[in-house]
């Protein structure tokens, strides 16, 4: 079993504080037939390409994006891999890029890798389009009445400024960011639609997206309407899965993917 990343520093009155959903990603990431996907796709395959960049959008504490920078060796059979993340909550930022940094440290066989950093921003704002090859999503994915709003500086424009900082947090920010790592509105599928709707500019011809769904999120529709993506060319699994056997609580990860020789036919 892969060690699991130290997030003891995390100040979790600010940032999503690892759970059931974070540890699946661990096991789904490191099980037989994922690392068996990732080497064939990034490694065994394409050893010519650059290496992979691994992205997670919302990393909260970063234990997850942590796993992935120190087990690459394990994960992709390379130790040659891209890593980052982007979230909304600049808590979440701090908290990510310590998080890899110790995980680095402590880790015997991370030479080679790249941690590019935390940014901040609203899902896959600040990327470029087609640069990511593994995007990992554990969205807010509780069913909510509504989604958390912002009442606080307003920008030059009169708008809601949602780009905080971490000096002078209120406990009305931390309420907020907070939300935002739970509360997905309508099916709890909100936020996670938005980035569903992204994947065709943002993924690589190569890259493929890991997101977490509960049951009430309607996997299964889910699914199918991202196979019918791109003309036929994406595809979607689910590779884990845990929680009840019955009732909304029961999480699974889904893997989306093009099949690349039918995106060039």
Excluded at 144 to 149: A, G, H, L, V
Excluded at 169 to 197: K, V
Excluded at 234 to 257: F, N, P
Aim: charge should be negative.
């Amino acid at each position: 079993m892969l060690p699991t990343p130290d997030t003891s520093h995390v100040a979790y009155e600010r940032v999503y504080e690892p759970a059931e959903d974070s540890f699946l990603f661990l096991d789904t990431l490191s099980s037989a037939s994922e690392t068996a996907f990732l080497q064939t796709r990034f490694h065994g395959s394409a050893t010519s390409s650059p290496p992979p960049l691994v992205v997670e959008i919302g990393p909260g504490s970063g234990v997850v994006i942590a796993f992935i920078t120190a087990h690459a060796s394990t994960l992709f059979g390379t130790r040659h891999i891209v890593t980052g993340a982007v979230d909304m909550n600049a808590h979440a930022c701090i908290a990510t890029t310590e998080t890899v940094r110790k995980a680095v440290s402590s880790s015997p066989s991370t030479a080679g890798m790249e941690f590019l950093g935390a940014a901040q921003g609203d899902l896959v704002g600040p990327l470029r389009d087609h640069s990511v090859d593994v995007l990992v999503f554990n969205p807010p994915y509780v069913p909510t009445p509504e989604m958390p709003s912002w009442e606080g500086p307003r920008d030059d424009r009169g708008k809601d400024s949602r780009r905080m900082d971490t000096a002078g947090s209120s406990f009305e920010e931390d309420s907020y960011l907070l939300a935002l790592s739970y509360a997905g509105g309508r099916d709890g599928m909100e936020t996670t639609d938005r980035l569903l709707d992204s994947l065709p500019r943002v993924l690589s011809a190569r890259g493929c997206a890991y997101v977490l769904l509960c049951a009430q999120n309607k996997p299964e529709e889910v699914k199918e309407r991202v196979r019918r993506l791109g003309g036929g060319s994406w595809m979607a699994q689910t590779v884990g899965s845990s929680g009840k056997q019955a009732g909304w609580e029961k999480l699974q990860i889904i893997r989306i993917w093009r099949d690349v020789e039918a995106s060039i036919s």
